[in-house]
C-alpha cells in the first residue's frame, strides 16, 4: 500500500514548531505517510493579498486530509496596513483562512474533545463536603457547527439599500434601530439551515451512541434567540425521539452553561451548539483539562472525506520569537490522533495518546503552563520543559 500524503499548513507563530513536533511523534509511532507543506496565513496575505492561496486549496482537494498549526487574525484596518504597498489600491479585505478553508470545502462538523489527564497539575478542582478537595473527571465531546451563524461572514457596515430596506421591513429593527442614520449602522447575521443543523445534531448524537455517552446537550440560547437556537432545539428533539431514544437530550442556556461548567462538568457527555456558543463552550472546557495547551480539534466533511486537523489555540506571535520555543505540543499532537482517528489508523492513535498521559501522569516533564509559569523566554532555566523536550518525552515513551 503506498503511503498517505498529508497536507502540512504551518501558518503563523508557533504553528509550525508545534506542527513539527507533533510529527516526529508520528513518525515514531509507526504511522507512515508524505508530507506536502501547504501555503497559508498571515505572510501571504501581506505578500500576495491572500492568506487562502489556491494552490493550498488544490493540495487539499487532492489529497483531502491536512494538519494545521495556527493562524495569526487582527481586525479589518490592521489587516490592511499590513498589506505590501502595491496591494493596498485593490479593495482587498482580509477574511480569516481558516474560516474561509472550512466553508470552500464544507467542513462544516467540529469535534472538540476536552478530556481529563489524570495527574495533570492543571486540572480542574473544586471543593466538596467539609472543605475536601475534589478533581472532577470531565470527558465532553463538543460538537461545534462550523460554517454557518455568526461566523458565516454575511456582514455589513453601512448596508447598501436594499439590505438596509429589507431590514425596515422587520418591525423589531424599525423600532430599534429605525431613528439611526444608516451609515452608522453594522450588521453581521446568524443563519441556520436546516440541512447543517441537522448533519451536526446527527453527528452529535452518533458520537454520543459509539462511545457510550449517556446525553448530548443542546448548549444554545432558544428562549432569546428564538428562530435559529430555536430551530436547533427544535430538530434535536425530533431527531432524538426517532432515532435516539435511548440517548437524554437535555437543553442549556450558554450563559448558563458557562456557570454549570465549573459547578459539575462530570455532569456532561456530548454538547452541540452553533458556530459562536460552540466556540465559547469549548473554551470553557478546554480550561477545565488545563487551558489551550490541550484543546485539539477536527473539521470535517462526511460527504467528502476531507478533514482538517488543528489545536484550538492562536498563533501566540511573541513565543515564536523566542530562541527556544516553550509552548505545549499537546494540543497539536492530540489533534494528530484525532486526524489518525478520522483515517482508521485507531491504533496508532490509541498508542500515542497512552505515551502522552504517560507522560502527564508521570510528572517529571512539564511545560511553562504544567509548571505554572509565566510563559517568559528564561522558563527553560527553571526546569520548564521546552516544546521539543515535551516531544522527545512522548517519544520516549513509544
Not at 443542546?218 to 431527531?239: D, F, L
Not at 440517548?247 to 442549556?252: F, K, V
Not at 463552550?281 to 460527504?303: H, K, M, R, T, W
Request: charged share 25%; hydrophobic share 40%.
Amino acid at each position: 500500500m503506498s503511503k498517505r500524503t498529508i497536507v502540512s499548513m504551518p501558518g503563523d507563530g508557533i504553528g509550525k514548531v508545534v506542527l513539527d513536533e507533533a510529527i516526529r511523534v508520528l513518525d515514531a509511532a509507526g504511522f507512515e505517510a508524505d508530507y506536502v507543506e501547504g501555503d497559508i496565513g498571515w505572510e501571504f496575505w501581506r505578500s500576495e493579498g491572500n492568506p487562502l492561496p489556491q494552490r493550498t486549496l488544490d493540495l487539499i482537494a487532492e489529497h483531502k486530509i491536512g494538519l494545521f498549526g495556527a493562524i495569526t487574525s487582527k481586525p479589518k484596518d490592521e489587516a490592511f496596513n499590513a498589506l505590501s504597498p502595491e496591494l493596498q489600491e485593490k479593495g482587498l479585505v482580509y477574511a480569516s483562512p481558516i474560516v474561509g478553508l472550512r466553508q470552500h470545502f464544507g467542513l462544516d462538523i467540529c469535534l472538540r474533545p476536552c478530556k481529563t489527564y489524570k495527574g495533570n497539575p492543571l486540572n480542574f478542582i473544586r471543593r466538596g463536603p467539609n472543605d475536601s478537595i475534589q478533581e472532577p473527571v470531565v470527558d465532553v465531546a463538543i460538537f461545534r457547527q462550523n460554517t454557518e451563524g455568526l461566523y458565516g461572514g454575511v456582514e455589513w457596515s453601512n448596508p447598501p439599500k436594499q439590505v438596509y430596506d429589507a431590514l425596515m421591513t422587520h418591525p423589531k429593527f424599525k423600532q430599534n434601530f429605525g431613528d439611526a442614520p444608516v451609515e452608522e449602522v453594522s450588521v453581521s447575521t446568524r443563519i441556520f439551515t436546516k440541512k447543517c443543523t441537522e448533519r451536526i445534531l446527527r453527528a452529535a448524537f452518533e458520537h454520543a451512541k459509539k462511545y457510550g455517552y449517556k446525553s448530548v446537550t443542546v448548549c444554545e440560547k432558544p428562549n432569546v434567540i428564538r428562530e435559529t437556537s430555536g430551530m436547533m432545539y427544535k430538530m434535536a428533539q425530533e431527531i432524538q425521539k426517532a432515532d435516539f431514544p435511548e440517548i437524554e437530550l437535555w437543553n442549556t442556556n450558554i450563559d448558563a452553561q458557562m456557570m454549570w461548567l465549573t459547578k459539575n462538568p462530570e455532569n456532561y457527555g456530548v454538547i452541540v451548539a452553533g458556530n459562536m456558543f460552540g466556540d465559547i463552550v469549548s473554551d470553557g472546557f478546554a480550561g477545565l483539562i488545563g487551558g489551550l495547551g490541550f484543546a485539539c480539534s477536527a473539521q470535517y466533511n462526511p460527504e467528502t472525506g476531507i478533514g482538517v486537523f488543528e489545536p484550538t489555540h492562536g498563533s501566540a506571535p511573541k513565543y515564536a520569537d523566542y530562541p527556544i520555543s516553550i509552548v505545549n505540543p499537546i494540543a497539536m499532537v492530540e489533534s494528530a490522533c484525532m486526524m489518525l482517528d478520522f483515517i482508521d489508523e485507531q491504533e496508532i492513535a490509541k498508542k500515542i495518546r497512552k505515551a502522552v498521559s504517560d507522560v502527564v501522569s508521570e510528572g517529571k516533564v512539564k511545560t511553562y503552563d504544567m509548571a505554572k509559569m509565566t510563559g517568559k523566554a528564561d522558563v527553560v532555566d527553571k526546569d520548564a520543559a521546552s516544546t521539543v523536550e515535551m516531544a522527545e518525552a512522548i517519544i520516549s515513551k513509544l
